[in-house]
């Protein structure tokens, strides 16, 4: 082989690891703050006994008003427990991993498939869910909307919930639902926040179109869902 076909080709595969090895911050919109009622989790999941009760972080996803979400984007980079020990009380409490008693795995899942992608390190990154998560509050937010129906054993209207919640507070929050095992009716699932990518805690607002379709506001199916204990 020439010395210009060895050169060419080292350039190539140089280029192809650098692809694959170093960190890709493909551009994205906004965050999603996403938070799940554990007690719907665990209807459907092995949950560790005295698994957390409440409406807690399942995670924080880069995402685009496409509905496109960047995911894995830096397979080299993982995750290190020791860049986020300092956040380590606050992370077990609020965002906990429901299926093993250390959560460490399940935060390494997040950073791999979501972190990465965030252009922020791995510090930044779980610190900024949490200071979000602080200042949205949501079980706290939830339970200052006077409806009666927004609590656990009680049946309510999603949509409603929806409203209610930016009739409140300004910003729209996105709402799921699961079917129970026998289809017959949804269970309050996950609500879901957009942030910002220069949200910042000092100014505490979210992102002024929290949800930037109304059909995607609610996606739960049935008129009526039940929030489980």
């Known amino acids: 082989m020439s010395s210009s076909k060895t050169s060419l080709s080292f350039f ?20 999603i703050l996403a938070t799940h009622w554990t007690p719907t989790f665990c209807r459907f999941n092995p949950c560790i006994p005295n698994a957390s009760i409440g409406l807690l972080i399942h995670g924080l996803w880069p995402s685009n008003i496409t509905g496109y979400q960047p995911q894995y984007c830096n397979r080299a980079d993982k995750f290190d427990y020791q860049n986020v020990v300092s956040l380590e009380p606050k992370l077990s409490n609020q965002w906990p991993d429901l299926l093993r008693s250390s959560s460490q795995q ?30 949205i509050s949501p079980m706290t937010g939830l339970y200052r909307i006077p409806t009666p129906a927004y609590r656990p054993g009680n049946w309510f209207i999603p949509i409603n919930l929806v409203n209610d919640w930016e ?19 949804e269970l309050f699932f996950e609500l879901h926040y957009n942030v910002s990518v220069a949200w910042n805690p000092t100014d505490g607002k979210l992102q002024p179109q929290s949800i930037i379709n109304v059909r995607d506001r609610n996606s739960c199916w049935r008129n009526t869902v039940y929030f489980p204990n």
């Not at 280029?15 to 906004?30: G, K, N, Q, R, W």
């Not at 399940?106 to 990154?125: E, P, V």
């Open 12 to 31: 190539l595969v140089f280029t192809l690891l650098s692809t694959l090895c170093f960190e890709i911050e493909p551009a994205f919109d906004y965050y």
């Open 106 to 135: 399940f935060w390494a899942d997040q950073w791999d498939k979501h972190g990465t992608c965030s252009g922020l390190s791995q510090f930044d990154y779980f610190d900024k869910a949490l200071k979000v998560f602080e200042s």
């Open 167 to 185: 009739h409140q507070y300004g910003y729209f929050p996105k709402i799921t639902c699961s079917f129970d095992h026998r289809g017959r009716y």
